[in-house]
């Protein structure tokens, strides 16, 4: 199935641990996403990637550092697990960055820090 | 300050009636308006895509609308269906940003 698919699903945690989602498409997309869902179920970039190279960096704490060894994955690991990073993440990818097409995104990682 | 606001934050209705869905942004400059379904345990699925110039548009039972000169777009969803159930939610974008509402939680009832 083409898809954005995102590993683990699921993800509980203690606190202070180092953690790391995954996420792969193989639509032949050129950026990727990632996005924070918050309790108010806001959706939050917090990184974009394209072709590899990284294009949006919005204001994270920098113990979430993306990594994006090739154009069709881009993992998001997390340093010093905090109780306020619970939420679930969501991966996305689209064709082009900043034009009218429609993001696909993978199905989240519900997070939960304790 | 860009923001998007959603209206209703919940509504329930019965499987068969029809029911409006708002969305009002203030976000400039405007580049154009998107509304996803979001399910339960997934990620958010677009339904439509809306410019400067449209102001309507149909995808099945949806129909989107948009006034650009008072910035404010609805979702209207026509004999709703027990898969309706989800989260609706409506993204602006302008120029390099995109500006997400909090959506609106539709649940059907039988």
């Known amino acids: 199935d083409t898809a954005v698919s995102q590993t683990p699903k699921y993800l509980v945690t203690q606190m202070g641990n180092d953690k790391s989602i995954k996420c792969e498409q193989n639509?032949?997309?050129?950026?990727m996403y990632w996005y924070k869902q918050d309790s108010k179920k806001f959706l939050k970039i917090m990184f974009s990637?394209?072709?590899?190279?990284?294009?949006i960096n919005e204001t994270v704490p920098n113990r979430f550092s993306p990594k994006s060894p090739d154009k069709a994955h881009l993992n998001l690991h997390i340093n010093s697990l905090e109780l306020g990073d619970s939420a679930v993440y969501f991966c996305?990818?689209?064709?082009?960055?900043?034009?009218?097409?429609?993001?696909?995104f993978g199905s989240g990682t519900r997070l939960t820090v304790v | 300050k860009n923001q998007v606001e959603q209206s209703p934050q919940s509504l329930i209705i019965l499987e068969g009636k029809n029911c409006t869905l708002q969305?009002?942004?203030?976000?400039?400059?405007?580049?154009?308006l998107r509304w996803y379904k979001q399910d339960t345990g997934r990620g958010p699925v677009s339904l439509t895509i809306?410019?400067?110039s449209e102001n309507t548009k149909s995808n099945g039972r949806y129909t989107a609308t948009l006034d650009a000169d008072t910035k404010q777009s609805s979702l209207h969803i026509t004999a709703s269906q027990l898969s309706d159930s989800a989260s609706y939610i409506c993204?602006?974008?302008?120029?390099?940003?995109?500006?997400w509402g909090a959506g609106t939680k539709l649940i059907i009832k039988p």
């Open positions: 996305a990818s689209s064709q082009e960055a900043y034009v009218r097409d429609g993001y696909t």
């Open positions: 639509l032949g997309h050129d950026t």
């Open positions: 990637y394209n072709n590899k190279e990284l294009i």
């Open positions: 969305c009002n942004y203030t976000v400039s400059p405007f580049s154009n």
């Open positions: 809306m410019t400067f």
């Open positions: 993204v602006v974008r302008s120029d390099y940003q995109l500006i």
